[in-house]
């Protein structure tokens, strides 16, 4: 799987994957550490959260260094605007009213900032069209139309 994500969102998660592995990772481990000192641990609760901890964390590890293995940056302006792909920044119409989206890959996507995912079906349908173009989507309220009016 690949994963399209922006040059920013790229340094967050080399980031966060740098404090999860060492302040995080060793935060749990002096946890565990000290709730190995109480006792009996099939009855020890601070063991029992610190191992679901640790769980937690060295998922959340495994996804990262997955990610970053298996990234694809996004590039604005990379594709041209003459179609849209993966970093074009679309304005659409539809009824009326204009919107702007910058097409991520889903590990970015915020549809509260206008960032959608390549895999969400407005995404989806919205790739590979040209300005001029009207796409048609299904919504839970039905089929909608959208006409490309710009890319970028």
Same mark, same amino acid.
């Given at each position: 799987?690949t994963y399209y994500l922006t040059p920013e969102r790229l340094e967050e998660l080399k980031k966060e994957l740098e404090v999860l592995k060492s302040e995080r990772r060793a935060d749990v481990s002096e946890r565990l550490?000290?709730?190995? =000192?109480? &006792? ?8 029992? %959260?610190?191992? #679901?901890?640790?769980? @937690?964390? %060295?998922?959340? $590890?495994? #996804?990262? %260094?997955?990610? *970053?293995?298996? !990234?694809? *940056?996004? /590039? ?5 605007? =003459? ?10 119409? /539809?009824?009326?009213? #204009?919107?702007?989206?910058?097409? !991520?890959?889903? +590990? +970015?996507?915020?549809? +509260?900032?206008?960032? $959608?995912?390549? #895999?969400?079906? *407005? &995404?989806? @349908?919205? *790739?590979?069209?040209? @300005? ?9 309220? &039905?089929? @909608? ?6 890319? +970028?």
């Amino acid at each position: 799987m690949t994963y399209y994500l922006t040059p920013e969102r790229l340094e967050e998660l080399k980031k966060e994957l740098e404090v999860l592995k060492s302040e995080r990772r060793a935060d749990v481990s002096e946890r565990l550490r000290r709730a190995k =000192e109480f &006792g009996d641990l099939s009855e020890n609760s601070e063991y029992t %959260e610190a191992r #679901e901890e640790q769980s @937690a964390v %060295e998922t959340r $590890i495994a #996804e990262l %260094e997955d990610m *970053l293995k298996h !990234v694809s *940056l996004i /590039k604005k302006g990379a594709g041209g605007v =003459e179609t849209v792909h993966i970093g074009s920044t679309v304005t659409v119409e /539809k009824d009326g009213k #204009e919107t702007t989206y910058m097409i !991520v890959g889903s +590990e +970015e996507s915020k549809p +509260e900032e206008s960032k $959608i995912s390549n #895999e969400s079906p *407005l &995404g989806a @349908a919205f *790739l590979g069209k040209k @300005a001029g173009d009207s796409v048609g989507v299904t919504t839970p309220n &039905g089929e @909608a139309t959208y006409k490309i009016t710009r890319i +970028e």
